[in-house]
């Protein structure tokens, strides 16, 4: 059975997701605010397979705890509810090493869809783990519309990025990378040699709405150069295209 925190103050909301996580069969508990999140977390160590983290807490907010998860190197698969209308929040959770988001309000129904998809994507890391280390191969998750090569890998200049495992091995290094990390990694390296638009970044990579703010995608590049490029100051891989956009080069040299 899969263990949900929720993370929400709101208390209706938070015993009204209890109430439905548990019909669904999974085992929830709520806490309503940050600090107890990330007690339970790092300083008790419990053992979660998801958060549903609201982001507006009181004291210590949702981006804060996600941050020092991950900080704390604790990747437990974070949903993040969001305020409507509000794009920048999405795109500084996933900053802070959110993984999905929701905005409020939210159908339960699609809550549920994104936890299942969240929780999936660990199972089959965790068979990958598994499978590895008795050399069969893991299967595939059943029912997920994703494509077979969503779950591969890329290789370039010494470095390996595993989408499956949202992972990027480096001479003996591993970054752990977000789901959304990934997702635009993953953009970047199927359009090769091509320009890739903010527009697109947003619409196609995020689902979100172009009219978001853009300099949020900076943010997020500057960041995938610190994890990608020898010197970020001087990319050679993912490079800025002036007005448009962003170029991936898996060989500079050829290019
Ligand atoms: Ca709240």
Known sequence: MSRIL??????????????????????????????????RLLGRKENFDAIVLDIMLPGKDGFSVVAELRAARNYVPVLMLTARGRPEDVLKGFASGADD?????FDLSILLARLQGLLRRTTWMRGVGEAEKQGQQAAMPTGDARNVDDFGTFSFAGKTIDFGALELRTNGTVIHLTVMESELLRHL????GRVVSRKQILEQVWGLHEDTDTRAIDNFVVRLRRYIEDDPAEPRHLLT???????????PEKA
């Open 6 to 39: 929720v993370v929400e103050d709101e208390a209706h909301l938070a015993q009204g997701l209890r109430f439905n996580l548990e019909a669904e069969g999974y085992s929830a508990e709520v806490v309503g605010d940050g600090e107890t999140a990330t007690d």
């Open 101 to 105: 988001y929701l905005p409020k309000p």
């Open 189 to 192: 390296v199927r359009n090769d």
């Open 241 to 251: 295209v002036r007005g448009v956009g962003y170029r991936f080069l898996a060989n």
